[in-house]
């Protein structure tokens, strides 16, 4: 692509999600998601081939009826509040079709069927900004609106992406789809807890972010697309193979990782809002994450493919420029258990 036509498309995307941050207005929120629904689908086309422009259908045709939905959910509380302030979500039928809306485009269950599909279809730096970037727009919206959202129905939601992100991931050979069901179990524990605490949403979303990020990079500097690879990659280069690993664990949220540390304080909080079922089935569905990212773990560094020449001292050999850039994001995903009493006070 083009250099001055991507830089012109990611500042549409950019500036896309900063409007729907920024504002207040209903209108100018509806324009900055169809801003950036418009904009991403060339990246995500970027390759171009048969499978990505499928992907890129199904991913306009989702994007484009929860836009449609949300409209229809502004318009319903217009008419009965006379006004296009966020704030002013007056109407139950209003707040539940917006938060469908705000579903359909998080690929929150039941409404995650595209999200698989569209990353499998796409390019590993495409599939990061869908799993990431995108994710900010429709989370900041239901931020603003958490005080009127129905309850029952985003718990609801929240339990089905749960279980979904762990029962999808397990026969999946393929690492973006693997990341995907991933992202639909971590959509679910924001949720959850939305409703109770928004502020340990964004704390969540942050590290979300991190370690996806960091995963991400890590595979497209290996050129890792299966479980296949990823195993082959051990030969070749083990730390970033190990780093690989560590990372995918954090996001399947063992101790004493990173990523523990929401799901630990989600499950707190949930229980001192006398919640004691949903954090229970939480914390056991969470286990189906954990399970398939230690069995990738063992068929990458516990199996060891037979070789025939030298390719296991090649590792020794290779270019490093990726650890210029990386540490910091990879302590991040990693390391900051420890800080989760500094995390609570802030909170």
């Known amino acids: 692509m083009n250099p001055l036509i991507f830089s012109m498309i990611m500042t549409t995307v950019i500036l896309g999600t900063m409007i729907v941050m920024t504002s207040s207005h209903w209108l100018l929120i509806w324009i900055g998601f169809e801003m950036n629904m418009l904009a991403i689908i060339p990246i995500l086309m970027k390759n171009y ?105 985003l718990l609801l939601m929240a339990l089905a992406s749960v279980a979904i992100g762990g029962w999808g991931g397990l026969n999946q050979t393929q690492l973006r789809k693997i990341m995907a069901y991933s992202s639909i179990g971590h959509m679910g524990w924001m949720t959850a807890i939305l409703i109770y605490n928004p502020t340990m949403t964004l704390l969540n979303l942050s590290l979300y972010i991190a370690m996806t990020l960091s995963t991400f990079m890590l595979f497209i500097t290996t050129a890792s697309t299966t479980t296949l690879s990823l195993s082959h990659m051990w030969n070749k280069m083990p730390l970033i193979t190990t780093i690989i690993l560590t990372l995918m664990l954090s996001l399947g949220g063992l101790p004493p990782l990173t990523g523990f540390m929401p799901k630990w304080m989600i499950i707190q909080e949930l229980t001192k809002n006398q919640s004691i079922i949903i954090p229970t089935i939480m914390a056991i569905t969470a286990l189906l994450n954990l399970f398939f990212y230690m069995r990738l773990t063992y068929a990458t560094s516990l199996t060891m493919f037979p070789t025939t020449n030298n390719t296991k001292i090649k590792w020794q050999f290779e270019n490093t420029k990726w650890m210029t850039y990386m540490p910091p994001l990879i302590i991040i995903s990693t390391m900051i258990l420890p800080l989760t009493p500094m995390m609570v006070l802030l909170d």
């Open 49 to 153: 081939n048969p499978r990505s422009m499928e992907a890129s259908t199904k991913y306009f045709l989702t994007q484009a009826t929860a836009s449609m939905l949300l409209m229809l959910a502004v318009a319903i509380n217009l008419l009965y509040s006379g006004q296009w302030t966020i704030t002013k979500m007056i109407n139950p039928t209003a707040s539940i079709i917006m938060t469908l809306a705000l579903a359909m485009k998080l690929g929150l269950a039941p409404f995650h069927f595209w999200m698989p599909e569209v990353t499998q279809g796409i390019s590993l730096s495409s599939g990061l900004i869908l799993l990431t970037w995108q994710k900010l727009a429709p989370l900041s919206v239901l931020y603003l609106i958490s005080p009127s959202i129905n309850t029952n129905m």
